[in-house]
């Protein structure tokens, strides 16, 4: 706490501390004591990394030559990653398994295990995935709305005009007019 010069107070109510800053200190701008110290500034221009990949190993490449790694007590990952399957069945599945080996059984056929079961459901996953993936990235992915020969669902013409463009719902991909049929009434913009 601060208090001014003038105030008198009782010297056993209070603690001495003394501090190091100097008063002068508190006046004017600090200057650098030697200025030919200061470091300058400078730069330099850094090529550009590559960002392409140049080299891959393929996964098929790499292989563990036993089952059991070099090391005792540990694991090689790779492999175990690879053998292991990321589908879990659930209730439902086991459901509709239990009712698919039913069927097979009474047409002659052996049961399919849950195991067999879940790495199916993993290859179709990875594939659904990969397809996805490949729409996404070329024109398969476009939707409706991106074919230039879509015609109106209604009238069944191919026309639009300024004001009147086609517009896809999207639920169903029904396409039409954005006027009514008697051209008064423009669609709501929130249902299509």
């Keep these: 706490m601060k208090i001014p010069d003038s105030h008198h107070i009782n010297p056993d109510s209070y603690y001495l501390f003394t501090d190091t800053w100097k008063e002068e200190w508190e006046k004017g701008v600090q200057v650098p004591a030697n200025p030919d110290s200061v470091p300058t500034p400078s730069l330099r221009i850094i090529s550009e990394k590559v960002k392409e990949i140049l080299f891959v190993r393929p996964r098929k490449y790499i292989r563990c ?104 719902c999207d639920k169903c991909n029904v396409c039409v007019h954005q006027v009514s049929a008697n051209g008064e009434h423009p669609l709501i913009q929130d249902q299509y």
């Design 65 to 168: 030559s036993s089952p059991e790694s070099a090391e005792p007590g540990y694991i090689n990952t790779l492999e175990l990653a690879a053998s292991t399957c990321r589908y879990d069945l659930d209730d439902m599945d086991i459901f509709w398994l239990q009712e698919l080996n039913e069927d097979l059984g009474e047409m002659g056929y052996g049961p399919i295990d849950e195991t067999l079961m879940e790495k199916t459901i993993e290859v179709l996953e990875r594939h659904c995935h990969e397809n996805m993936n490949h729409a996404i990235e070329t024109v398969e992915g476009l939707g409706i709305e991106y074919d230039e020969d879509v015609i109106c669902d209604v009238c069944r013409s191919p026309d639009s005009e300024e004001g009147n463009d086609m517009v896809f």
